[in-house]
C-alpha cells in the first residue's frame, strides 16, 4: 500500500476547472517532484492534497491507509502530512523561533525538534527572536521549511520553495533535502526549474493545463523530452 | 466648580471602565476580524445575568462576577462555534447584519424576561466610600474597577505573548488558512478568542451594573464607547484600547466640567477629533509590516 494515492481529483475555481483527473501515487520515504509552466495546476495540486483548496472533486485520497478527501487540514497535519506553502507565508507577528515551536501544535513528536532545526539551518539560531519581515528572502524560506519539519511530517509537500532565491541559497536548501530523506520522510516537490526537479527526485509528473502529462522515473526521460511535455510541443 | 485634577482623575478612572467596555470587542476583531454589533447588548446580558445571581442568592455583585463569567465564556465560545464562525470570509456585510439582528434578539429576549424597568445592582458601602488625596476626593469603587481594568489588560498582553495559547492565537490572526499546516484547527482558535472576550465582557456588565442604572435597551451606547476606544487605541492593541478608553473617559469628564449635559457630545467629539488626525489610532498595529 503505497503512502499517498490520489486517483480522480478534480479541483475548481469557481467555474474555471483547474485539475482533471488526477493520479499519482508515492511510497514511504519516496520523493517525487511535479513540474510544469505557471497556471499549469501544481499548487492546486498541492493544496488540494493537504485540505487547503475545498472546491474538489476526489474519486479516492489515501494517506498512510486512511481516506483524507474530507479531512481539514489541520487533521491531515496531525496525520503526517504538510506543506511548505508558495510565498512562504510566515506569520508574521510571531518571532523566527515562535514560528518554528508553533509546528509542535501538530502533536507530532519524533526526530525534529527545535535543536535539530537549527543544527539543519545554522543561520536560524542567532536570528530566533527577530520578527521575520526583517529576514532576507532565504532566511524566510529556512524559516517555512523549519516550521514544517517540527511537524515530523511522513510526507512533506514544497511549493516552489527556490523562487526568487539566489543559486547558493537554492543549493544550501536543496542539499537539507538529503537529511530530511535520511529520517524516511517522502516528499513532494514542485519546480518550475526542470534540472533542479530531476536531481532530488525518484520520479517526475509533469503537468500541463490541469492534467499529467508525462510521469514517470526521472532517469528515464531525456530533458527535450520533458521540456516538449512542458510546453505542450510533443505532437508537433 | 470642580478643581481640573479632579476632573482629570475622575476622567481616568472613568476610561477603566470603557477600556473594559472595549476590550473584548477588540480581541474578537483583533484574531478573527470579526465586528460584533451585539457587543454592547452582551454587556447588557452579563449585567442582567448578574442581577439573577445577586436576586437567588444572597452574594455580594462581586462574587457574582465568579459566575457570570464562565456563563460569558461559555456563552461566546458555542456562539462563535455555531454562529459566528459561519459569518466569517470575504463579505464583511455578512457578520455586520447577522450581528445586528442578534443585537435585536438580545434586546427584546431581556425586554420579555425582565422589563423595561431599570435596575441596578447595589455592592453597599464601597460605592459611596472615598480617600481625599489633597483637594481631590478619589471614589474607591472607580478605583476598584480601573485596577480590574489594568488587570485584565495585563493578563491578555501576557496571555497573548509569553504563552502558547497566545502564540496559537496570533498565528490564526496572522493567517487563519496556513496554520492549519501545522494541525491548528482556525475555528477552534476563534472560539477560544471569543470565550476569552466574553469573559472579558461579564466582567464589564458586572461592573458597570453596580455603577449606574441598566435596562435592556443600553446596549448600542456601550457598543458606540467600546468601538470610540477600539478605534482611539488602534485595532487589535489591548495597551491602546485601555488608553482609547481613558481618552474617552478624559474627554467626557471635561465636558461634564463645563456643562452635565456635554459629557457624551464631548467624548464623541474627542474620537472624531482623533480619527481625523490619526484614521489608525494612536497606536496602529505595528507587527504588519
Known amino acids: ?236 | 466648580m470642580r478643581s481640573v485634577a479632579d476632573i482629570i482623575v475622575q476622567g481616568i478612572l472613568l476610561g477603566g471602565l470603557y477600556a473594559l467596555f472595549a476590550t473584548g470587542l477588540s480581541l474578537v476583531f483583533g484574531v478573527m476580524r470579526l465586528v460584533n454589533l451585539a457587543h454592547g447588548d452582551f454587556i447588557v446580558v452579563a449585567a442582567f445575568a448578574a442581577f439573577c445571581v445577586v436576586s437567588a442568592l444572597p452574594v455580594h455583585p462581586f462574587v457574582a462576577i465568579l459566575a457570570v463569567v464562565p456563563f460569558m465564556a461559555g456563552l461566546g465560545y458555542l456562539l462563535q462555534i455555531g454562529l459566528f464562525n459561519r459569518l466569517l470570509g470575504n463579505n464583511p456585510l455578512r457578520s455586520l447584519l447577522v450581528t445586528f439582528g442578534v443585537s435585536v434578539i438580545l434586546q427584546n429576549m431581556l425586554l420579555m424576561i425582565f422589563s423595561a424597568d431599570t435596575r441596578r445592582l447595589s455592592a453597599g458601602s464601597i460605592e459611596t466610600q472615598s480617600v481625599d488625596v489633597g483637594a481631590v476626593a478619589i471614589g474607591v469603587y472607580p478605583v476598584v474597577v480601573f485596577a480590574i481594568a489594568l488587570a485584565v489588560t495585563m493578563t491578555l498582553q501576557w496571555v497573548f505573548y509569553s504563552t502558547s495559547l497566545g502564540q496559537r492565537l496570533r498565528a490564526t490572526s496572522d493567517d487563519p488558512e496556513i496554520v492549519g499546516l501545522v494541525g491548528i484547527n482556525h475555528l477552534r482558535v476563534f472560539a477560544i478568542a471569543s470565550a476569552i472576550g466574553f469573559a472579558v465582557i461579564g466582567v464589564a456588565g458586572v461592573l458597570m451594573a453596580v455603577r449606574g442604572n441598566f435596562d435592556p435597551f443600553l446596549g448600542p451606547s456601550r457598543l458606540l464607547v467600546a468601538f470610540e476606544a477600539v478605534i482611539i487605541g488602534g485595532l487589535g492593541n489591548f495597551w491602546g484600547t485601555l488608553v482609547g478608553g481613558i481618552v474617552i473617559g478624559l474627554a467626557q469628564s471635561f465636558g461634564a466640567g463645563i456643562d452635565p449635559s456635554y459629557q457624551t457630545i464631548a467624548g464623541h467629539i474627542v474620537f472624531f477629533l482623533v480619527l481625523l488626525l490619526w484614521p489608525d489610532g494612536l497606536f496602529p498595529k505595528v507587527a504588519h509590516q
Not at chain 1, 537549527?118 to 524559516?143: C, N
Not at chain 1, 538529503?178 to 526549474?193: F, K, N, Y
Open chain 1, 1 to 236: 500500500m503505497p503512502l499517498l494515492q490520489v486517483e480522480d481529483l478534480n479541483a475548481f475555481y469557481d467555474d474555471f476547472q483547474a485539475l482533471f483527473g488526477i493520479g499519482l501515487h508515492l511510497g514511504e520515504g519516496e520523493c517525487i517532484a511535479v513540474i510544469g509552466a505557471n497556471g499549469a495546476g501544481k499548487s492546486t495540486l498541492l493544496r488540494s492534497l493537504v485540505g487547503l483548496h475545498r472546491e474538489r472533486s476526489i474519486k479516492r485520497l489515501n494517506f498512510a491507509d486512511m481516506e483524507i478527501g474530507t479531512l481539514a487540514a489541520s487533521k491531515i497535519a496531525a496525520m503526517g502530512m504538510t506543506l511548505v506553502p508558495e510565498g512562504r507565508r510566515l506569520f508574521s507577528s510571531l518571532t523566527v523561533e515562535e514560528n518554528l515551536t508553533i509546528g509542535r501544535s501538530a502533536g507530532r513528536i519524533g526526530y525534529w525538534n527545535l535543536s535539530r532545526i537549527y543544527e539543519l539551518f545554522p543561520a536560524l539560531p542567532e536570528l530566533a527572536r527577530r520578527q521575520v519581515a526583517r529576514l532576507s528572502g532565504g532566511q524566510q524560506q529556512m524559516v517555512a521549511m523549519g516550521r514544517a519539519l517540527m511537524t515530523n511530517p511522513k510526507l512533506l509537500l514544497c511549493d516552489e520553495i527556490s523562487l526568487g532565491l539566489a543559486p547558493v541559497i537554492v543549493k544550501a536548501i536543496y542539499d537539507n533535502f538529503r537529511r530530511v530523506r535520511g529520517q524516511g520522510t517522502a516528499l513532494v516537490v514542485v519546480e518550475q526549474d526542470i534540472s533542479q526537479a530531476l536531481s532530488v527526485a525518484d520520479r517526475i509528473y509533469c503537468l500541463r493545463k490541469g492534467a499529467v502529462v508525462l510521469a514517470g522515473r526521472s532517469a528515464d526521460f531525456t530533458r527535450d523530452r520533458i521540456a516538449s511535455a512542458y510546453f505542450g510541443m510533443e505532437e508537433a
